[in-house]
């Protein structure tokens, strides 16, 4: 009898090394901090991967059972590994179609930090380029609160840089520009020109003529209108430059140590231009894509079969609905009026919406009635009240589901009360944190004043309601760094060095969850990614020093120095 038991346990003990060699890992990472973002297993020694995928994660003895000669062992040498970073929000084929725009950022970019310095890049590119009369510019990133006369430049100031080249500057935020006047009689705009739904022309205060000065919608439609004009002058009227140029878009990503990359609002032609890059195999990267629902309303049934499904490393997401405008613009929609109204706007101004509500009930209706989800631009208080009042309606009447995981996006001029209320209607709020850092004086001494400034991006908050949150870094309105977001959601803050919203500081362990596990919960996508497990896809950064332990206010000087998408290392520190 004991012969037959012997027997067993060798077949046994074959079986298992059969099941071990069959498991062989291609990669096996120790030798670092390696924090796995699973709840209860804040660390292991050791992670090995195999065909893309997570095939151990525990201790380095029990990970070399996977070990064999063709294995790479990878030492971490004290550096810190994660699972890759998600990009909650941003804007991918914004960046790319800015790619060949001048860059107006200021400091901590750039170094367009006065009107004067604009002038000064826009005039030496013009001379340097041989820019030609009628040839127009795109330039973007000027920032009003950054700069030292904390204004927008105007048509007068543009027109002086030249009077011939057709001039359009970008305001950082996306949410407006201004164009010199021969870029407004390129895009049709004069002084009879109606102003369209949810935009508005800037007018000088005393003439009550245009100031170049265009918000929102009408920003957005001059550019459309620009970039049909320019595309049959460029590249062979083929999309070669324009996929160059998401290629060089995505790197900047990577080199944030993103995996997954979101592009939020995505306009016109590309929609086109992803599945192009897509089907030609440039994506290193998962792409998931949000287009305006607004612009694409019309074709909407054509859309529904790609919903939630890769392929090629692209997937609709859902879609994108911008409510309102930005805070350091002061575009967006507030219930109480900004503490500095922008030039040319009385005491009582407070922004304003983009949809009626009526509109905005009918088009999520329309989503949510098809189980397809939605990211919703909410910036002032009066937007994120809208949003919360419309899909309160919509749940009542059992057409929203918390499944969908409708995501608002921003959140900034949020208050008090709209934590439960979220909470209650089920929905996921995704911070742009690095506001507090970057604009936080502005908010304090400008837009919003101490006390609702105090409570922009509120994610303390959010955790003590029990509400899962995202954080994000809205592309290219700043570099896509979310460590920066981190450093926010954690200091709180200001360039100034004054802390803002002490109460809403996180922990650097919740800020992490907010770019990996959390964001991939926010895409559905929790089963597959944002942690390390096995089974889940083997998207990975390594960090040269740990998040956790390293002093928070160091935390900006934290270098990512590889991402691995699926394996693959797609981006390497030199």
């Known amino acids: 009898m004991k012969y037959y038991f012997l027997y067993f346990l060798l077949l046994s003990f074959l079986s298992c090394k059969q099941i071990r060699q069959s498991e062989v890992a291609d990669t096996i990472y120790f030798g670092g901090h390696i924090i796995t ?3 209860g297993i804040d660390s292991v020694e050791a992670v090995a991967i195999r065909d893309g995928k997570i095939l151990f994660v525990g201790s380095k003895a029990d990970a070399y059972q996977y070990l064999s000669d063709s294995t790479k062992q990878y030492d971490l040498k004290g550096k810190t590994l994660l699972p890759g970073f998600i990009d909650a929000h941003g804007h991918l084929t914004s960046r790319a179609g800015m790619m060949q725009a001048v860059d107006l950022s200021p400091s901590p970019y750039g170094a367009v930090n006065s009107i004067n310095d604009l002038q000064h890049v826009l005039r030496d590119y013009i001379d340097t380029h041989k820019i030609k009369s009628g040839q127009p510019i795109i330039s973007n990133g000027y920032d009003d609160a950054i700069m030292v006369e904390h204004r927008h430049p105007t048509r007068a100031e543009l027109d002086a840089i030249s009077s011939t080249v057709p001039i359009i500057a970008i305001h950082a935020s996306g949410h407006a520009s201004v164009a010199n006047s021969p870029m407004l009689a390129l895009v049709g705009i004069d002084e009879s020109t109606k102003e369209p739904s949810g935009g508005h022309f800037g007018r000088d205060p005393l003439t009550k003529k245009l100031n170049g000065k265009l918000e929102e919608n009408a920003s957005f439609t001059a550019l459309l209108t620009l970039t049909k004009k320019m595309a049959p002058h460029e590249s062979g009227n083929d999309n070669s430059q324009a996929l160059r140029d998401l290629e060089k878009a995505q790197e900047e990503w990577l080199s944030y140590g993103q995996t997954t990359i979101c592009d939020g609002r995505t306009m016109g032609a590309s929609v086109d231009l992803l599945k ?6 440039l994506l290193k ?82 989503l949510f009635s098809n189980n397809i989800t939605a990211q919703m631009h909410v910036n002032g208080d009066a937007a994120i009240d809208q949003a919360i009042r419309v899909i309160k309606q919509l749940k009542d009447e059992g057409i929203y589901r918390p499944e969908l995981r409708a995501t608002l996006i921003h959140v900034q001029n949020s208050r008090p009360d709209h934590i439960q209320k979220i909470k209650d209607i089920g929905v996921i709020p995704s911070y742009f944190s690095t506001h507090v850092y970057l604009w936080g004086d502005w908010h304090y001494s400008s837009v919003f004043g101490p006390e609702r400034a105090a409570f922009i991006s509120p994610a303390q908050s959010a955790i003590k309601a029990g509400i899962l949150f995202t954080m994000h870094h809205d592309s290219p309105v700043t570099p ?26 996180i922990s650097a362990m919740n800020a992490l969850k907010a770019i990996t596990i959390n964001a991939a919960y926010q895409y559905h996508e929790e089963d597959s990614k944002g942690s390390l497990k096995a089974g889940k896809l083997a998207d990975l950064v390594v960090l040269d020093q740990n998040p956790l332990t390293i002093d928070p206010l160091k935390m900006r000087d934290i270098k990512v120095l590889e991402t691995i998408k699926e394996g693959k290392t797609v981006y390497l520190r030199n």
């Open 37 to 39: 973002m699973e709840e």
């Open 276 to 281: 192009e890059a897509a089907a030609k195999g």
């Open 285 to 366: 990267a998962d792409i998931v894509y949000f287009p305006d629902y607004e612009y694409f309303k019309k074709s909407f049934d054509d859309f529904k079969p790609e919903y939630m499904v890769y392929k090629d490393r692209l997937k609709l997401g859902g879609f994108k609905f911008s409510d309102d405008g930005s805070p350091q613009g002061k575009t967006a929609w507030l219930t109480q009026p900004y503490l500095v109204p922008p030039e040319g706007k009385g005491a009582d101004y407070k922004g304003f919406p983009i949809f009626e509500d009526t509109t905005l009930y009918n088009d999520l209706k329309t």
């Open 480 to 505: 896509p760094d979310l460590i920066t977001a981190m450093y926010s959601a954690v200091n709180r803050k200001t360039r100034s060095g004054r802390i803002l919203g002490p109460d809403e500081r």
